[in-house]
Structures are given as structure tokens and as C-alpha cells.
């Protein structure tokens, strides 16, 4: 079959195709535990059920402007306005379907063919592919050190002639390291200095623990013109448990938000009135739906935290946000895909392997599910890693018993 070289060169997501896995053997009636999803379990608030039904109760649900209706985008205002102490105005906030298809847009609009975008690894899986869609080329940087965060030098050292755009995700997927104010400072200065855009993608910003602040990077920007580089990604995916609602928004310079208008505008004509209305409804509504989930988080984290720390030869970098822990198990397996077929086949515990996020040895973990999940799925882990752990294992009435060392 004739498909385009760019087709060709995109993989499946993995996180979605584990997602299926796991409804698959479920719906079989086997004990799966889903430890590689991407959502919070919580339901979508009441006051974006509310304003959804009732425009469809209406009857009256037509295609709206492309960049978003009115009242999403003023509630894209104030939130920007309350979380990054900028108030924009219309022109610089478009609405999409999703926080993905915002960043697919920005590419879009920056991007031309070869040139290059330079994101930390561990990253999100879509970035590289979203990248490639554009004929562009994703540009991974590990950090030297090993570690979740990068350097400035990791970042500077690739930056050449052909560098276009740099993507910052923190708090970050698969990591949940949230990188610290300083970085996020230097990263700001040196793409204002070598006139690249950066693309923050903040749809984890709110979702962090033991305290901590949130980091405005508008805060360094040193250009506040319309000349601004900088492109704010969010949305109401994770913090609103709202991911089946599909709406996200960028946020910044004129030109670019028309641009991107354009672009939408022919792909989609622009995200569906009714999750709109929904969305809008979740910014505006009340908040304490998005405390009651971060606290809720936190706590899982803790367990996660405690049950990891109990399993000797794992190694945890504690994630400080979002609600993923990405443990280092390559003492016992360091191919990352083979491990994690390992134990969906004996244990049937769904894990995603660290090499979807550029990180080899490592299996992200997710704690968005039941605490119960969390300490039985570890307790599976553990049980099919560890050679000195008993020969058998009881999932409800079913006996496992170890026929592998
Ligand atoms: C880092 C990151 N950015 C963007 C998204 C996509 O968000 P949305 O559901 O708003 O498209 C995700 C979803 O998993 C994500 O992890």
C-alpha cells in the first residue's frame, strides 16, 4: 500500500494501546491491575455535567468560532490571569480538543521540515511523533547525570542551526520530577537569547505535592511583547478528571494564536460546543474538586513510595507531581518492553515500559487508581521478580504458582 513516509514513520501510542490491553483482559473477567494509566479516577465535576447537558437538552448544538466560544475562552483568561498573574486577551487564547491537539497546532504553525525540537527525556510519548508529523525532527536530550532533570549545559550543548522550538513538561510525564524554579528560569532566558519558541506543557502544573509552589514562567520572561515566544499549553484533562471531555488551550502571541486558528480551523472547526460549555463550566465552577484530587494523589503517592522502598532492587526517584513514579528496575530486567510483558503475562499487572519515554530500564507506574491497586499491584511485581518470594500467589480464589526463577 501507498501510505506517506511520514504515516509510516508513527508509532501506535503506547499508553493508549496498554489502555486496551488492559480493557480487553478485563473484560475476559482476568484480575488485571492497570498500572500504566494515564487519567484520574474521580468523576468530571458537576458543574461541567450540568452545562453540558443542559445545551444538549437544548437541542441547539452548532459549530462555534474556531479558536473557541466566548466563555471558554474568558475562562481561559482568568485562569491564566489566577495561575500565571498575566490577564491575555481573546486574541491570545485558542481553545482545542485536548491539550494534544494545542501543542499539534503550535507545530504546525512553527515548524517547517528538518527543523528541530528539543525536548528533556525522560518525555511524554508524543512528542517525538507529533514532531515527526510535522516533518520536523524531535531532539531528545538525557540528562548527563542520569537523573529526571536536566542541566542548562544538557539543553545548550544541542542547540544548533536547525533548533526551532524547545518542549518543557513539568511537572513531568513519565517522571514526576517537577523541575525547579531556576531551570525553568535559565531555559526562559535562553530561548529569549537564541530566539527559539518555548512550548510549556503545564497539564500537570496544579498537580503537586508536599507543598510545593507553582512555577509561572511568564515570571522570567523578560520579553512580555506580542513577540513573545513563549506558548502556554493546558487543560482540563487531569487536574478536572475531565480527559474523555477532550478540551485544551494555548495561550500566546497574536499571530501565532491566528495562525493556529487557521490551522484548527480547517482540521476540526475547532473543539465541540458541547465539551466547551463543559470545560468553561470546570474553570469557572468550583475548585475543591481539584483539592480533594490532589490530596488524594499525594496519599497514593505516599503508599506507592512505601511499597517501592520495601522491594530491593528498585530504585525511585519520588515524583513530586502528576501520578506517575518511574522506578528504575533494570537490576532486574533492562530491557524495559520484555519486563513489562513479563508481568501482564504472570502477573497481570499492566506497566508501561520506560523505552516509550526515551528511558531504557525503567517502568512507569501510575498511581491514579485505588490505593488497593497501587499495593496489590506491587505486591504482584514483587512477587514475580523477587526468587526468594513464595511459591505461590493468591489473586482472589486463583493460585499462581512460579514456574520461572
Ligand atoms: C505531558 C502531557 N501533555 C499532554 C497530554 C494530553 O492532554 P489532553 O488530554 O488534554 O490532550 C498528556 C496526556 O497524557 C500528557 O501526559
Redesign the pocket.
Known sequence: MSLSLIAKSIGESA?LRLNEVAAILRAKGDPVIHLGG?EPKGKAPLDAILAATSLVNSGEVRYTPPDGIPALKQAIIRYTEDFYGWRPAPENVMASG????A?MSALHAILDPQEEVIFPAPY?V?YPEMVKLVGAVPVPVEPEDGSFIPRIQDIEQVIGSYTKAVIL?SPN?PSGAVYPAELIKDIVELCEKRGLWLIM?D??HRLIYDGRKLVNPYDFATDRTDNSKLII?N?V??QYAM?GF?I?WAVANTKLIEVMTNIQGHETSGPSAVLQHAAAAAINGVQSSVDSLCTTLENNRNVLIQELKAFDGVRLEEPGGTFYSFPDFSHYDKNSVRLSEFLLEKVQVVTVPGIEFGKEGHLRLSFCGSIKDITQGIERIKWALDPNAPNELYIGERKLVRDWS
Do not use: E, F, H, L
Not at 485536548?98 to 491537539?101: D, V
Open positions: 499508553t494515564g485536548g491539550a494534544k491537539q501543542i511524554w508524543s513538561n510525564n506543557d497539564i500537570y499549553i487543560g484533562s487531569k480527559t477532550r485544551g
